[in-house]
């Protein structure tokens, strides 16, 4: 079990280090609104052990929700070496890896960055210069066996694609939980 104090000592610090990712948002209405759906602590705790390093990156006016999306420099570590889902995983006949990137952001009940959510993000900074990220991926890409994913390279962001069922220790993928 996680400690709700220091998850939330570690997401302020985050808050107050980086003003740029959510200009005028106030961190005691972002903590107002954890309070009022503490049950999102856990998919915030699991996006920060895993190494997303969540910070909020948005704000949806429409329903209110704050956007916490994971702004680690690169790929979250304890993510990597997936591929893109559970078809994609099982197809594999050898060397299949130990998971997939629907089936984790599932588990910690977040969403996988769609390629405009992706984008969006790279306009906060410079991620992903190491490391790829698979997007959300279209249902007719995915139908043919393919998926995409996306990195920064030379100040700029790319968007691929490639196998699902391929996997890279390099491979990743990073999350948006609506608060």
């Not at 100040?155 to 939980?177: E, I, K, M, P, T």
Request: aromatic share 10%.
């Amino acid at each position: 079990m996680f400690q709700a104090e220091t998850l939330l000592s570690t997401l302020k610090s985050r808050f107050e280090k980086h003003p740029e990712r959510h200009e005028g948002v106030v961190w005691t209405d972002v903590l107002d609104r954890l309070e009022m759906f503490p049950e999102k602590l856990r998919c915030l705790y699991e996006m920060e052990n895993s190494g997303g390093e969540p910070d909020i990156a948005g704000f949806d006016a429409d329903t209110g929700e704050y956007l916490f999306i994971d702004c680690s420099a690169q790929s979250p570590a304890g993510r990597r070496n997936i591929c893109y889902d559970r078809e994609a995983m099982e197809s594999r006949k050898t060397n299949r890896p130990e998971g997939n990137a629907t089936d984790m952001a599932d588990a910690m009940g977040i969403e996988i960055l769609s390629e405009t959510q992706y984008r969006e993000l790279q306009r906060l900074g410079s991620f992903d210069t190491k490391t790829s990220s698979w997007l959300h991926t279209p249902r007719d890409i995915r139908a043919l066996g393919g998926a995409l994913f996306s990195e920064r390279r030379y100040r700029q962001v790319f968007v691929y694609h490639n196998s699902a069922q391929s996997y890279f220790g390099v491979r990743g993928f990073r999350g948006l939980l609506r608060v």
